[in-house]
Structures are given as C-alpha cells and as structure tokens.
C-alpha cells in the first residue's frame, strides 16, 4: 500500500495571498496523483488528475506540480470560496487506492 | 449533467446489515469503473471497493473484505453495496466516484450515512 503524507497539517492565508500544499509518496507514483478539495458537509471535487491537469471547470489559479514523490498543490491569490480540506490521492498502484490525510486550508 | 445519487444509509446495530444503492445519470454508467469511498465523522477519505465496467474486477480495502459485497446493474445504471456484519468503524459517510481512465475519480455523489451503533 502506497502512503501519502501531506504538509502541512493546516495552514492559515490571507486571501489574495498564495497558498502551496505537500502531497509525499512512500514510493513513486509517477504522476497518477489527483487532489481534491472538500467543504464542509459536501463531497469531495476534483480539482487536478496527472500531477499537473487541471479538471473541467476548475479556475486557473489552481496549478499541481511534481511527479514520483514529491506533489505541489498551489493556489495563487485564494478567494474565499477556496477555504476547506485538500485531500491528495494516488492512482498509480492499487487496489488500494490511497488519499493522504489532507490540509485544511483557513482564512488568516 | 452528470448526477450520482446514493441512498440506503441509516441506523444499523453492530452485526447488521444494510444495502447502499448508487443511481446514476447523464453519462454512459456501463463505460466507467465505480468506486465506494468512505468519510467516518472528522475524518479523512478512505478507499472501500471498486467494480469494473463489466464487473469482472472487483476490489475490497483489507478492512471491509469479506463482509461488503460490491455490485452493478449496468442496465438500470445503479450500482450497490452490500454490508454485512457491520462495526461502530464502519460508521461513515458512503460515496460513490465515478473513475475514469487515468484521472482519478472525476464524479462524485451526495453520500449517505451509515451508522453503526446499539
């Protein structure tokens, strides 16, 4: 089973600031990472599939970077609708697919 | 538009059973793999079971194996869960995703609750 750990465990940003989320695989994943983000009491969004792609309909400011073991998730200039938990999940090696623990993103 | 909705979740005792459902729209059901994912309260996101187009291949995460029974029916566009044998851990929001090909999983549903408890 592939472990994810992401860093950090929260963090706290000022909208309009630019916010960077750490997605760490145990081993490599190539780049079949996808992130997600969810707000409270709604399902889960895809926001980036492949490491770098992003999904239909989500907003350019959202940008993934890296592959094998290090992912990048940045959000440049946060809206407030962007304030929630980012969760990262490999599709490289399963059964099981594996999400990381996720980020909670708040306002500052 | 593409709509997943689960139903089937409650109140359960512990050794019970209960049969989640997934009924999907606005895609063609039968051309993707369908996954349950799960979210006990405050927590994270956790694989349970995957289901390919035809149902030939069939995944269970170690902690639900051999008591969850993954199935579809591609002609009524619905896909089900079976849970049998069920512990206060298994309390948790259930999802169903849709996965497409090398893009993890694209849909997801509303979810419904399962709760585990005497």
């Known amino acids: 089973e592939i472990v994810l750990t992401q860093s950090p465990a929260s963090l706290s940003v000022s909208p309009g600031e630019r916010a960077t989320l750490s997605c760490r695989a145990g081993q490599s994943v190539s780049s079949n990472l996808a992130w997600y983000q969810q707000k409270p009491g709604q399902a889960p969004r895809l926001l980036i599939y492949?490491?770098?792609t992003r999904a239909t309909g989500i907003p350019a400011r959202f940008s993934g970077s890296g592959s094998g073991t290090e992912f990048t998730l940045t959000i440049s200039s946060l809206q407030s609708e962007d304030f929630a938990i980012y969760y990262c999940?490999?599709?490289?090696?399963?059964?099981?697919?594996?999400f990381g623990p996720g980020t909670k993103l708040e306002i500052k | 538009e593409v709509q997943l909705v689960e139903s089937g979740g409650g109140l359960v005792k512990p050794g019970g059973s209960l049969r989640l459902s997934c009924a999907a729209s606005g895609f063609t059901f039968s051309n993707y793999n369908i996954n349950w994912v799960r979210q006990a309260p405050g927590k994270g996101l956790e694989w349970v079971s995957s289901?390919?187009?035809?149902?030939?291949?069939?995944y269970y995460a170690d902690s639900v194996k051999g008591r969850f029974t993954v199935s579809r029916d591609n002609a009524k566009n619905s896909l089900y869960l079976q849970m049998n044998s069920l512990r206060a851990e298994d309390t948790a929001v259930y999802y169903c995703?849709?996965?497409?090909?090398?893009?993890?999983?694209?849909?997801w549903g509303q979810g419904t609750l399962v709760t585990v408890s005497s």
């Open positions: 995703a849709v996965a497409a090909a090398g893009t993890g999983f694209d849909y």
């Open positions: 289901i390919s187009t035809s149902s030939i291949y069939i």
């Open positions: 492949g490491a770098s």
């Open positions: 999940q490999q599709y490289n090696n399963w059964p099981p697919y594996t």
